[in-house]
């Protein structure tokens, strides 16, 4: 079946870290992938998504590449923020079927 | 309004009670999903509405779990005779077609006591 493997957190980094966050996934076909974010206290929004092999999504300094060959679509991003800490998600769907969600990784980062 | 509506944001319940929880999509949406996060873990699919199409109930946890999508907009999610390990917090989100972001709303926190 389709499934979302994400690393575990928590992630904590410094101020202006270089930020990986690993995703692999199964699926049969070919999924469209997606990060979303949840801030604390609010609900889950997109960050940034990809729907074909080799897509590059990008927002707000977040990039993602969307890897057919190692099944990845790790986040990056190259200098992290206070602000960025949040619970990201990596998810994945084919065509109309339901959203998968991997467990989600907690980010902290401190002055 | 402009984006999903959960309500009550909050329930706490007695063992054993029924709950309803309230989804209103986004209007012209054609797609509803429920989710489910409990303490510390990711989000689990509970069930799915696409248009007219049957719903996929694939994850409903158990026949005490069910939902409702009237004429292709509000959504209920019921809990009958709940349990503590139900307490999570139930998210629904829409989505206007296939090529879309799913947009979601704030959730209903419940609490089974």
């Known amino acids: 079946g389709n499934s979302v493997t994400q690393m575990e957190g928590p992630v904590t980094l410094s101020e202006e870290a270089f930020l990986t966050i690993n995703c692999t996934y199964t699926?049969?076909?070919?999924?469209?992938l997606f990060w979303y974010v949840q801030y604390p206290g609010e609900g889950l929004q997109l960050l940034l998504k990809a729907t074909k092999a080799d897509d590059k999504g990008s927002n707000k300094g977040f990039e993602a590449t969307y890897r057919k060959e190692t099944t990845s679509f790790h986040l990056e991003k190259g200098s992290v923020q206070v602000s960025d800490s949040a619970v990201y998600f990596c998810a994945l769907k084919r065509g109309y079927n339901k959203l998968i969600f991997g467990a989600g990784t907690r980010l902290a980062v401190h002055p | 309004g402009a984006g999903v509506s959960q309500s009550p944001s909050n329930k706490v319940t007695e063992k054993g009670k029924d709950v309803e929880l309230r989804c209103d999509p986004i209007?012209?949406?054609?797609?509803l999903y429920w989710y489910r996060q409990s303490l510390g873990q990711g989000l689990e699919f509970l069930i799915y509405?696409?248009?007219?199409?049957?719903?996929?109930k694939s994850g409903l946890p158990s026949d005490r779990f069910s939902a409702e999508r009237t004429g292709g907009s509000v959504s209920t999610l019921t809990i009958q005779r709940t349990q503590q390990e139900d307490s999570a917090v139930y998210l629904c989100?829409?989505?206007?077609?296939?090529?879309?972001?799913?947009?979601f709303g704030q959730g209903t926190r419940l609490t089974v006591v």
């Open positions: 699926a049969t076909g070919y999924p469209s």
């Open positions: 989100a829409s989505r206007l077609d296939e090529n879309t972001e799913a947009f």
């Open positions: 209007s012209g949406h054609t797609a």
């Open positions: 509405f696409q248009g007219n199409s049957a719903p996929d």
